[in-house]
Every structure is written in C-alpha cells, then in structure tokens.
C-alpha cells in the first residue's frame, strides 16, 4: 500500500493559522503541496521570532529539506511570486516544482478585479489581486497555462488576440493593451526566472507517493469562502476544501489521508458578506487588537467574533475532518466571559445548520466563565480547567476532536496531543 497524503484545510473565512500548523507539520513531512487559490492567500509564519510572508509558496519551504508544489489548481501570479516571495529566499532550484498547468494569473486579471470591484454596486471586497478573473478565463477556455511560458512570443501573440476579442469590455475598464515587444519580454523574463521550476507535478507526486514520502497538502482559504459551499456570492473563486485538492493536484479521494481541519479559537472574515457571529462592540475589538488582526495580503482590517459551531461542523463534515487545530486560544485571555454559537436563529426557528443564504441569520450563544492566561502553554494539563471546558464543548459541538492547540504565533507554542 502506497503512502496516503495528508491534508489541512481552513474551517472558517481563511486566515486560522493555517500557515504556523503546515510549518509545524512540515518538519515530519518530505513534500508540502499548494492545491487552489493564488497570491490572494497570506500566511504568516513565524519562527525563533522571525516573521515570514508567504503567498503562493507552500509553507513548507521553511523546512530546508521539504519538496514544495504548486499545483495546477493554483493560479499562478509570475510577477508575485518573482519580485516578492522567491525574494526572500537564496534559490528554491530542486526544493520548489510549479504545475505546467497551473494557470497564469497575468496583470490584467488584477486590473478586470479592481474594475470590477469599483463597478458593482456591492462590492465583494475581493483582495484586487486578480483571482476571480483568472479563474473565470480558465473555465470559460481562454486562459493560458503556466506550461505555455516555454514559448514567450507565442504566448503573447494569444494574449493579444484575447485583449483584440474583448476589446470593447476592457476599454471599458480602461485596461490597455499591452505593447507586443514589451509583452514578449515580460514573459521571456517570467520564462528565464521560472523555467527551473516548472515541471509535471501530477507525475512528480505520484512518484513521491511511490516511493512512500510523507506528502501534506495545503489547503489555501477557508471552507466559509468556497465557491460552492462557501456564502456565495461573498466568496472566493476555487474550491478550497479537502475535494478541491484531488482536482488541483492530480490525486485520487484514496490518495487523502488525515485531514487536519484548522479554526481560530473565534472568528474572523476580511471582506464583505455575512458573517453571524461578528461583534461590533468592544468583545471584537479586544480579539482584533491581541490577535493582531490585519491581513497578510491588504493590510485591510479583520472583521470578528465569536466561535460558530454551527459552520464548524458544516465545515468538519464537508472536509472530512479526523481533527481540529484550535488556534489562537490565547487571544482569549483575560475574557471575564466567552461565548460559542450553539444555534442560529433563522425565519423565527432555531436550526443547527448553515442556510442556503446566511444573510438575516442571528446567533444563539452559549456563555462560559473566562480564564486567565494560556499564553505559550505547551502541554495541555497545564491548560486552564475554564479554556479545557471551552475545547471539550467545541470538540462536542462539531463532534470532531481538538488534537492541535495553539496558544501563540511560534512555532514552538504548540499541544499536540496523542
Ligand atoms: P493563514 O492564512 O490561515 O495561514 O493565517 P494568517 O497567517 O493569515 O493569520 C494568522 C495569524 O495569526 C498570523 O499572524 C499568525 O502568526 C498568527 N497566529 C497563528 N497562531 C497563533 C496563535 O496561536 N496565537 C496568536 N496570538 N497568533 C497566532
Ligand atoms: P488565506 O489563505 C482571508 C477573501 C477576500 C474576499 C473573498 C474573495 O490567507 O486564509 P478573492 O481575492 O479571493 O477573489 O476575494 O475572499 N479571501 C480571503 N480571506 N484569507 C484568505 O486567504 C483569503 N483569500 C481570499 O477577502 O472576501
Ligand atoms: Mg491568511
């Protein structure tokens, strides 16, 4: 029997921590794979007090001995992952493999987003990084793949013809067409930057699984903002749970191990949409300030509140989840009261489930006593008995058991527990 990949994937609207538990799980995995999404996700990393930022390159890389893999459900930004993350690091040759059908997510994708954006009466609060128009072109067939870099003029020459068909549309938006040559030397640069990368990841996996390495996929994204499961239309533009990794990497449901599903100790979303458990007064405030809750990628400010059982456990079912990793536990120190939703109020019922829409639906909370301190904690007894009464009733509630906590954003502030 070969070897099962395992999995961690958002439970909420993105940002859990799900980049500090892929580094925490890279150090006993050989090959960390990124299966959606693009530079629209941002983690922050940190170790020994050293803080990274990573987008689109898996969070694996901090592991000198990890594989890392973009796969082909990604779109791919050159120019981010050129001018910003590679930056940070000496060289990636041999440590990092890009799909060559992962799809290109090119300047204009990122223009059509913020025009967009700018045009609709509401506005998505996307991150204008070009997601949604990247991806639409890959499924209306007029996208370019990553693998059509080997040939620079070609490429542009199929750009231009698609700038020309749309031509009425993007000078609507004001998006201009590119000049041939400069075009041509953009990609050539893209091309001579990226080529040592750019590989058949599909069939570079299933050898890894061949040989039987530990393989970790990572999911970007939270399962609030799927494109199908998520509060569309307040969504992003891929599947980002577990399923969206067999089509974003070539894999096979047999191929999926354990699936580590990763929830903050509360809630958070960066964008517009609903969002139930959010709170306006000073219980949100509090989170945001000790949390620091500013995204990776805008800057913007999170959005917070409480934990929501109810879309927890709508999120542990769709992913599979065998656990929970419940971060940021200690951002709810000093709390004289937590609360959980237990329930939704929706149409005058309480119900135990996410609605087609969540627009309208109000919280039902249960209260518990608050504790004191679990900053740094590193084994679980010594855990407060007010924050062990919190995850048991978490673990109850999305009957899905806590096996990760995290108590704060270093790598070595981490239960793991048996
Ligand atoms: P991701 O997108 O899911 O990888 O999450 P982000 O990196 O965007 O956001 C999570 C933030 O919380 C980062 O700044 C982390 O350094 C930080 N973080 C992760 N775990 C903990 C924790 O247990 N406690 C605290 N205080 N911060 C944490
Ligand atoms: P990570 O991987 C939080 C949100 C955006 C917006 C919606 C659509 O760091 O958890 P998009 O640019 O994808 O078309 O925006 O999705 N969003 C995220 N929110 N964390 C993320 O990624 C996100 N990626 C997209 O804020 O509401
Ligand atoms: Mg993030």
Partial sequence: MRNQADMIVGLQWGDEGKGKIVDHMAQTHDVVCRFAGGHNAGHTIVVDGKVYALHLIPSGVLNPDAINIIGNGVVLSPENLIDKELKQFSSLKGKLFISDKAHLLLPYHAQIDQAKERLRKKAIGTTGKGIGPAYADKISRVGHRVGELQNPEKLAQRILNHFDDNKVLLELMEIKRPQEDELIDLLTHYKDELDCYITDTTKLLWELLNENKRVLLEG?????????????????????????????????????????????????????????????????????????????????????????????????????????????????????????????????????????????????????????????????????DEAKAYIKTIEELTQTRVGVISTSPDRKDTIVLK
């Fill in 220 to 384: 970007a994204q939270g399962t609030m903002l799927d494109i199908d499961h998520g509060t569309y239309p307040y969504v992003t533009s891929s599947n980002t749970i577990s399923a969206g990794a067999c089509s974003g990497l070539g894999l096979n449901p047999k191929d999926i191990g354990k699936v580590t599903g990763i929830a903050k100790a509360y809630c958070t979303r960066v964008g517009n949409g609903p969002f139930p458990t959010e709170d306006f007064g000073e219980d949100g405030k509090k989170m945001a300030d000790v949390g620091k809750e500013f995204g990776t990628t805008t800057g913007r400010a999170r959005r917070c509140g409480w934990f929501d059982a109810v879309a927890a456990r709508y999120a542990c079912r769709l992913n599979g989840c065998d656990q929970i990793a419940l971060m940021k536990l200690d951002v709810l120190d000093g709390f004289d009261e937590v609360k959980i939703c237990v329930k939704y109020e929706f149409e005058g019922e309480q119900i135990d489930y996410v609605p087609y829409d969540l627009e309208g639906v109000k919280p039902i909370y249960k209260s518990f006593k608050g504790w004191k301190s679990v900053k740094g904690i590193k084994e679980y007894d010594k855990l407060p």
